[in-house]
Structures are given as structure tokens and as C-alpha cells.
């Protein structure tokens, strides 16, 4: 087996963890303290089930990261990318030269979705994704005679990759403070109910955060502002979903002021809100689009931009060359991938899938854990969604020092042989669409353990 892996081949006592200490620089990791543990070596994926070298067999409540729509082992797509790989494994898009899987996949993904999002640029990542966006944005409005229409709207706990724009977009402090903070980004506060609602309703407060996006608009002059981005639902913020009164609103305010509304489906793109795009679940009408993630169920890597017809037209018959692309935009063999993934999500009709099975998910999980002092709130839309670990449930008040308690319970969850995302003191999931009822319930069962021996853990800080 391991022949196929690495050459030359490793002695029977070849220590990996050693050498990943040595050696393997990981992404958004401490390395001080991952070593000081053993990194974990995952080695095979079936269905919504990883395995690892220590043979524990891992229930994947986050879809690797949020990527793996369709679930681990699927033939088909092991099949369109042996296929093409075989009959051309790469050529570039860059020379008036195209392929035949990229034409297909832009074809494909104009049709699907909504709007009039009609023409589409690859990339082969989110962050990619996302700069793409950025720079088209900014080039719109260069083209249109108005180059003072520069600064990118974001919001706090936005992610939106980790390029330095994409970064400087997103609103992580902690990555802003290592670098990644440049001129022209402003931040608004994120449609966060649960932790900035204070006594409103949801609706109210979605309108309030909305209104805060008007207010910084008047602050900066809107002729200064090129785009505001946001994620239909903020995926690594914490999965925060906004009250059904916000997302309309920002709306009317990017199309009253006349700045360009992104939304960055990365997340939410391919049925993880129980339609094809967030955009459809949440009323949004964006300008341009970005997706990754699921558009290969992660299986090779590949992002696009969908771009609508207003930007299109200006960036296609005025801006002559957009001095932009990457080496590998429309990589053949991922867009023969994201095709036959297409092709999954489609017949099994795996969008509705999500928004029943998020359903069903949430009813269990409250059956399980709604009566426990440490769950402030369950939520989620189809599936993807968070859990509110509280020090007091009645007032939503979050544990002293953010993110010690939910590093505790994501612990718990990897000793339960589930993998539960923790952002600050918020458990997130977002488990393969295809997940079964009896998985669920499994899920459901290890999860409630894991919050469990959370709460027993720090029984004393609980109201
Ligand atoms: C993951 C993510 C990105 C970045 O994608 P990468 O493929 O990691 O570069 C951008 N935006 C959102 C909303 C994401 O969740």
C-alpha cells in the first residue's frame, strides 16, 4: 500500500509524526503545541467516514473543510479525472486557446445559477477566487472613469481566504495583525444575533447590522467604495446566519449607493443551504459571485468567479486586457471533476437533500442537547450549522478568555471519533450531503457525548 505513496519506501518503523514535526509547515496551526502532541495521519475516506493510521474510524461532521458535498471514495470522479488525464492533463486557457471541460463547466455554471451571472473566470482556490473578484471589482470601476471607487467593504469575523486581499477583506484581526492589513478595506459589524443581538429580535437586529453598512457608507462617501463582500452565511466567522431581514436590506443599500455587491459563496455554493447557491436561499442578487470548496467536492482543487452581465459587459468591451489569470485557470482535469461532480449533486439531488436532513438534524440535536446548561442555541440552515457553548444560557453570555472551552469540546469531539469544527466557543458542522439518517444519529450521539464531558469539564464557570 504505501509503495503508492511515497518512494523510496519507509521502513515498517518509520516514525511520521517525527518527520511531520521536522519538516511539514501545517496551515493556521500553532506548531509549538501540535507537536507537542501527535499530528493526527488520516489515511482513508469512505461515505462521511475518514480512517486513521491508529485505525479509529472518524465520523466527518465538517466535510473535510466544508468541501466534500458528495462524500468520501465516489468512482466518478476518480474516473473523469483518470479520463482526462489521459487524454490531455493540461493545457492553458491563457493564448486564445481554451479546452473542452472548461468551455463545458463555464456553460454549465452560467446556467445553473441565478441571475444573470453568465460568464465565469477560473482560478484553484477561494483565495484566488476571491482576489479575482477584488481586482474585477476595482477594475469596473477604473474602466467606468471612476477610480476613486476603490475601498472593498467587509465585515468583521468575514472570511474570505487567505491571500493578502483576501485576508485584508476578511475581518480576522488575528490574520490582519500577522501582515495582512492594506489600504482601502473597511469593516462593519457581522449579522452575529446571538452575540451582538443584546435585547432586539432577530429581525430588528438584522436590520440594525444592516443599517451599520449604511452608516459606514456615509462615513467613507460612497464614491469611494467599489464592493461590498459578504458571505451568504459566514462559514469560518463561526457559521453565522443572518436574521431573514438583513440580506434584503444590504441589498437596497449596495444598489442605492451604487457599489457592487460580491457574494462569496465559497461555503454556501452547491447545496449546502438547501438550494444550489446561498444567493438563491437568502434573496441575493449579487454582482459577482465567488465558489469553490464543493465545486470538485474537493476531490482537486478549482474555484470560479461568476460574473453578471452589468460588470461583464463593461470588463468584455471596454477594459481591454484584464492583466489577470493564473497558470492554472481552467485546469482540464478539474473542470472534468467539478463536471462529474455536478453531475452527482444533480441526480441525487443533493441540494433539497440538505434542506430536509438539515431539518431532521436539528430536531435530534435539540432533542439531545437542548436541555444542557452549557448549549446557548442550536442553529443551522440546511447543512450547515453551530452550537453555542454559554456560561449562561438565559443571558448569552459568552466563558471568560474566547476559545479555551470550545478547543475543550473539539477535543472531546476527536477522543469521540468525530470531527466538530471550534470557532471561538461555537461548534460548527457542516457534514457530507449525503449523510444518512443513521449517521445523523451517530453524530448526533458523539456529539452530545463530547458536549457532555465539556460541560462536566467546567461545570463551575456554567450559570
Ligand atoms: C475557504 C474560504 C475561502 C478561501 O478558500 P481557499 O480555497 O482556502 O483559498 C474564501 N471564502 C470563503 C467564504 C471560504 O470559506
Redesign the pocket.
Known sequence: MLDHIVSPIPTPDYDWQAADAAHHLHPFSDHKSLHQGRVRIITGGEGVYLTDDAGHRILDGMAG??CVAVGYGRQELVDAATRQMQTLPFYNTFFKTATRPVIALADRLTAMAPGDLNHAFFAS????A?DTALRMARTYWITRGKPGKRIILGREYG????TTL?AAAGGMVDMHRQGAVLPDFAHVMPPYWYGYGGQMSPEEFGLYAAKQIEDKIREIGAKSIAAFIG?PIQ??GGVIIPPETYWPEVQRICRENDILLIA?E??TGFGRTGRMFGSETFGIAPDIM?L??AITSGYIPL?AVLVGDRVADVLINETGEFYHGFTYSGHPVACAVALANLDILESEGLAARAEAKGARLRGKLAEALGDMPIVGEIRGVGLIGAIELTADRRTRRFFERRGRVGTICRDHCFANDLVMRAVRDTMVFSPPLTITDDEMDEMVARAARAIAATQADVRSEIM
Open positions: 473543510l466544508w482556490s477561494g483565495s484566488e476571491v472570511y474570505h481566504g487567505s483576501g458571505e462559514g469560518a462569496d465559497v461555503i465567488t469553490a470548496k474555484s
